[in-house]
């Protein structure tokens, strides 16, 4: 009896917690967020849940696919953090989000990279006339992927290197790529320089050659978490979260 007894309690307890645990769940908002934001939020929602008492979790990837998730098979996102304006174009349409919650906080620039002195360039024109690999993004996945294809159809040399093209899920992975060996070059954000640890050489992507690349935010319609997502968005808007974002690379006004 008194082993019955002690199972009951047991069981009650563990049905206890994991309610508890469920209930917590339930009050964190789910952020989709750009994967080359993966580094700089990760750090500032540390900063926020000291303030704040509250967490945030994420879901990080390239924003076209995140997008996708979201508007076709109703993934539970509660906010999102795009790259570019292509993939907030979807719910637009889909009416996940309101035109007038969308909010633009930072920017980026485009870079491409590589490691070894031998693959030096002074223009992404030159990539022409260098042997190797090129690592990007897949542009109907990331954004990332077609400022990539843009700068590369608009600096002439698209056709010429097509073959030598790495398609990779996300700016992130393209970056992961070069550094493993995997490619000659990648083009990524400047701000995806520092996530590896390692120390790439790269110049800067004529502006000519590919669409300003903007941040925008927004929360989602119907999201029972919205005045959390509008917290940490206003703490992400804050003088300190700015100059967070500035040190990682991120232009911000």
Not at 22 to 28: A, E, L, T, Y
Not at 204 to 222: A, N, R, T
Request: charged residues 20%.
């Amino acid at each position: 009896m008194l082993m019955k007894s002690k199972l009951i309690y047991l069981l009650l307890f563990s049905l206890v917690i994991c309610n508890s645990c469920k209930v917590n769940n339930n009050d964190q908002p789910m952020i989709f967020a750009a994967a080359s934001l993966h580094d700089v939020l990760l750090d500032l929602s540390l900063e926020y849940e000291k303030k704040f008492q509250r967490k945030i979790r994420f879901n990080f990837g390239g924003s076209n696919s995140l997008a996708t998730q979201i508007k076709s098979y109703e993934a539970p996102a509660d906010g999102v953090i795009f790259s570019g304006f292509q993939p907030l174009n979807l719910l637009l349409e889909s009416e996940h989000v309101r035109k007038e919650d969308i909010f633009i906080f930072c920017e980026n620039l485009l870079v491409l990279a590589w490691l070894n002195d031998k693959n030096k360039v002074e223009s992404i024109s030159e990539l022409a006339s260098k042997k190797g690999k090129i690592a990007i993004a897949d542009k109907n996945l990331a954004p990332a992927g077609l400022y990539s294809y843009e700068a590369l159809n608009n600096s002439g040399i698209l056709d010429e290197i097509s073959n030598r093209l790495i398609y990779l899920p996300n700016v992130r992975n393209a970056l992961y790529t070069l550094s493993t060996g995997n490619a000659n070059y990648a083009l990524v954000y400047l701000s995806d320089l520092n996530s590896t640890g390692k120390k790439f050489e790269y110049i800067l992507v004529d502006h000519d050659y590919y669409s300003q690349i903007f941040y925008p935010m927004s929360s989602i319609i119907g999201s029972e978490l919205n005045s959390e997502v509008e917290l940490f968005f206003k703490f992400l808007r804050s003088n300190y979260s700015k100059n967070i974002f500035i040190e990682n690379g991120f232009i911000v006004d």
